[in-house]
């Protein structure tokens, strides 16, 4: 199995600010990587995928990037409703894996 | 719209079986591969099988093989997970998502989840 080693873990930032959130394979897997973004009670939603594509109706200020072993997901200039848990996944070879979750709090 | 809905969550003993369903509309279901993804209790994600859009290859994940069956009638549009020799560490909502057309890809829908429960 590719494990995922995803970080932080937990982030505290404001409306506003420029976060990332890493993730890095314990082996390559080209670009197959996805994020996705999930708020208490809900279903995840995705956000990229492809490591850097933008799942349509994401806004913008969500970008990923990345390949190989280390991916990014970045998101600029935060908003109210970015305040979530942030998810990545290998879809690279079965077991399909995710990280281990990072939760975006308000500061 | 594309939907996913999940049903047959419950409270089950240790040991016992449950059969969860998760009925697609929107899209061509038949064309297709799916997932069953869970989430215990406040914990992160967890890949639970895949099945490919004819239902010819499937794949589990290592806690489940040998216990879970995931299925698909096609014709009713809809997806299972039955479960047996359920175990207390199998709580957790179980969702079903759909990859994209193109196989192998991320999981661009997801159903709102049903919560499974062992428990005696």
């Known amino acids: 199995a590719i494990w995922m080693t995803q970080s932080p873990s937990l982030l505290s930032a404001s409306t506003g600010d420029r976060v990332t959130i890493s993730c890095r394979m314990s082996?390559?897997?080209?670009?197959?990587l996805a994020w996705y973004q999930q708020k208490p009670g809900k279903a995840p939603e995705l956000l990229i995928y492809?490591?850097?594509t933008l799942q349509s109706g994401v806004p913008s200020r969500f970008s990923g990037s990345g390949s190989g072993t280390d991916f990014t997901l970045t998101i600029s200039c935060l908003q109210s409703e970015d305040f979530a848990t942030y998810y990545c996944?290998?879809?690279?070879?079965?077991?399909?894996?995710f990280g281990q979750g990072t939760r975006l709090e308000i500061k | 719209q594309v939907q996913l809905v999940e049903s047959g969550g419950g409270v089950v003993q240790p040991g016992g079986s449950l059969r969860l369903s998760c009925a697609a509309s929107?899209?061509?279901?038949?064309?297709?591969?799916m997932h069953w993804v869970r989430q215990a209790p406040g914990k992160g994600l967890e890949w639970v099988a895949f099945i490919r859009y004819d239902g010819s290859n499937k794949y589990y994940a290592d806690s489940v093989k040998g216990r879970f069956t995931i299925s698909r009638d096609n014709s009713k549009n809809t997806l299972y997970l039955q479960m047996n020799s359920l175990r207390a560490e199998d709580t957790a909502v179980y969702y079903c998502?759909?990859?994209?057309?193109?196989?192998?890809?991320?999981?661009?829908?997801w159903g709102q989840g049903t919560m499974v429960t062992v428990s005696s």
């Open positions: 929107g899209f061509t279901f038949s064309s297709y591969g």
């Open positions: 492809a490591a850097s």
């Open positions: 996944q290998q879809y690279y070879s079965f077991p399909i894996t």
């Open positions: 998502a759909k990859e994209p057309l193109a196989p192998g890809g991320a999981f661009d829908i």
């Open positions: 082996q390559g897997i080209s670009s197959y």
